[in-house]
């Protein structure tokens, strides 16, 4: 079956309760728990916030989700992770998945090449050769991660030599070159300025009614900003998950959520 063929075919309307649901995670590294037995559900547009301290399996969790598990060694998965209710372990083509699926880690991954190959590396694997359509997605996607106005009259230098705050926004022009229904970021605001920040964090609040966004952050006000829910990790136990408000306004279920979004530890 081609890719696209596999995508349709069982790409179901979505028999889970979320788009994301995740049912007795546990996560190891040989002998190491990442994450132990987490169940809960992301829903279809909102962004989802996961805080937590280093070390808690926030990012364990994100390379389960899209598969990167099959790349680490001595990673094992057990329970399930659904997406639309099908189990991302049952995608035969890890790459049909991965492309529903954009993700912007800490640092900027830039990949050597122009800016604008950067945006329209992903449209031309998916066949698009139409240089019209091609500059229209750039034009767009760059517009979107609110990076065109810097960079539109320089697309054929290498997205190197970039700043860093305007590396990390042109791998949100990447990521959503791919037309991706889900966007996983994991802390991509440790190497950015404030403003820069800020100016992402207005991009996502944009595109969350677009699709479906999981944004694992150091910074609890970030998920305080943005996040419509938020899931509290610690040393690999989902503690609790809680609409964001509640987290931040003394509603939590868990004295350790209270504790570390008050920054007693962490
Ligand atoms: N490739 C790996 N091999 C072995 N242990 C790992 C690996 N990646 C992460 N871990 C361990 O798994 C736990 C969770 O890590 P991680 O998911 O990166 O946490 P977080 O993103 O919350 O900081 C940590 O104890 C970490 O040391
Ligand atoms: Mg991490």
Do not use: H
């Amino acid at each position: 079956m081609s890719e696209t063929a596999e995508t349709r075919a069982e790409d179901p309307a979505g028999t889970g309760a979320g788009k994301i649901s995740v049912r007795d995670l546990t996560i190891r590294y040989g002998d190491k728990v990442a994450l132990s037995g987490a169940s809960f559900d992301v829903y279809e547009n909102e962004i989802f916030g996961i805080i937590g301290p280093a070390g808690s399996g926030k990012t364990s969790f994100l390379r389960a989700l899209n598969r990167m598990s099959d790349m680490t060694p001595n990673m094992v998965i057990e329970g399930d992770i659904a997406i639309d209710g099908r189990p991302v372990r049952s995608w035969r083509n890890v790459y049909a998945l991965r492309r529903r699926i954009g993700v912007v880690f800490p640092l900027p991954v830039g990949l050597p090449m122009t800016i604008y190959d950067n945006v329209a590396l992903s449209p031309r694997l998916r066949g698009i050769k139409s240089k019209a359509k091609l500059d229209e997605i750039v034009e767009r996607c760059l517009s979107r991660a609110a990076l065109w106005d810097e960079v539109k009259d320089r697309l054929g230098s290498l997205g190197s030599l970039l700043s860093g705050g305007q590396q990390q926004r042109l791998t949100i022009a990447r990521a959503l070159s791919q037309d991706p229904e889900i966007l996983l970021l994991d802390e991509f605001s440790i190497a950015v300025d404030p403003v820069t920040t800020m100016r992402i964090e207005d991009v996502l609040k944009e595109l969350r009614s677009e699709m479906t966004i999981v944004l694992v952050t150091n910074l609890v006000q970030q998920a305080r900003r943005l996040a419509d829910r938020t899931a509290f990790f610690l040393t690999g136990e989902l503690v609790e998950v809680a609409d964001t408000e509640d987290l931040f306004t003394g509603n939590s279920k868990d004295p350790r959520t209270r504790d570390y979004v008050e920054g007693r530890f962490g």
